[in-house]
């Protein structure tokens, strides 16, 4: 859809609204007003078609950026905190928790400890 298609109905709308509002006739304010809401859906596909054009530079660009952060990521240790250690290591302990949080699910550490009488 061409730029025009989308903005000619907003622009005869809007002057022949004016004109209906300083002759004072209110048929042509009417008409006006109508043509104004009839040419917003043109505009909203116009507005979309042109807000998800996207070049072949810009993918380019996006794309290097994203290989940017992921060395940088790599560089400062961030991509592998969670790593189990060489041994084998201890199973995770669950997520603590704030004392006023109330968790939906039990969580296995509070369980009270058994002890014999």
Known sequence: ????????????????????????????????VFIIVAGIPPLMVHTLRVSQRVAAHQLAEADNAGYWRALDHVARGLLDQGAVPPNGGHPAKSEQVAGNVITLRPNPDDKPKRMAQ
């Open 1 to 32: 859809m061409p730029v025009i298609a989308a903005y000619v109905p907003l622009g005869a709308g809007i002057t022949t609204g004016v004109l209906g509002i300083l002759g004072k006739n209110h048929d042509l304010r009417g008409i006006g």
